[in-house]
T-cell receptor, first 115, second 114 residues
């Protein structure tokens, strides 16, 4: 069955520290992978996406993610976190030519940033 | 940058009433979607819509739900005879193509059923 797992429900980091949010997926076909961020009361903003090619992808707000097929992972990283990064982060898997249209989301990781 | 807009931002409705959630997708997009997020839970797919018909729906999307593109710009989700468990954030999304074009999400409508 298709699924996305975000093992960390909550993560707290100090401002300026590095960040890594984990995402593992189970998907029959070659997946398309996404990270979205949701600030309180806001919608889902696309941070970055992976379709093919270079397995290290750059996104907005200084985020990057690395696709590792052997580990079925797509972890999100940022070298230095800012207080404004506090939000909930969702990893999602999208249709990779498998005939479906839907995205499958993980349960999210809530990031807290300490000043 | 063009964006998906949803109205209203918050809808409060009595149980048993009908509610219509409205969305204006990005203008050149062809695929439209509804997702919902019950408080504290993951975002779940409801339905996708292309070429004026439903292209895929989840098991959540039963006869209580319907979607429509009444004109060239709006995309609506109707929930008939609402139940308490319909309380959730409902997100509209659109994409230019399916597959290697990302879905762009609106800010959502928070639906509260009393």
């Amino acid at each position: 069955a298709q699924s996305v797992t975000q093992p960390d429900i909550h993560i707290t980091v100090s401002e300026g520290a590095s960040l890594e949010l984990r995402c593992n997926y189970s998907y029959g076909a070659t997946p398309y992978l996404f990270w979205y961020v949701q600030s309180p009361g806001q919608g889902l903003q696309l941070l970055l996406k992976y379709f093919s090619g270079d397995t290290l992808v750059q996104g907005i707000k200084g985020f990057e993610a690395e696709f590792k097929r052997s580990q079925s992972s797509f972890n999100l990283r940022k070298p230095s976190v800012h207080w404004s990064d506090a939000a909930e982060y969702f990893c999602a898997v999208g249709p990779g030519g498998s005939g479906t249209y839907k995205y499958i989301f993980g349960t999210g990781t809530r990031l807290k940033v300490l000043a | 940058e063009p964006e998906v807009t949803q109205t209203p931002s918050h809808q409060v409705t009595q149980m048993g009433q009908e509610v219509i959630l409205r969305c204006v997708p990005i203008s050149n997009h062809l695929y439209f979607y509804w997702y919902r997020q019950i408080l504290g839970q993951k975002v779940e797919f409801l339905v996708s819509f292309y070429n004026n018909e439903i292209s895929e729906k989840s098991e959540i999307f039963d006869d209580q739900f319907s979607v429509e593109r009444p004109d060239g710009s709006n995309f609506t989700l109707k929930i008939r005879s609402t139940k308490l468990e319909d309380s959730a954030m409902y997100f509209c999304a659109s994409s230019e193509l399916v597959g290697n074009q990302p879905q762009h999400f609106g800010d959502g409508t928070r639906l509260s059923i009393l």
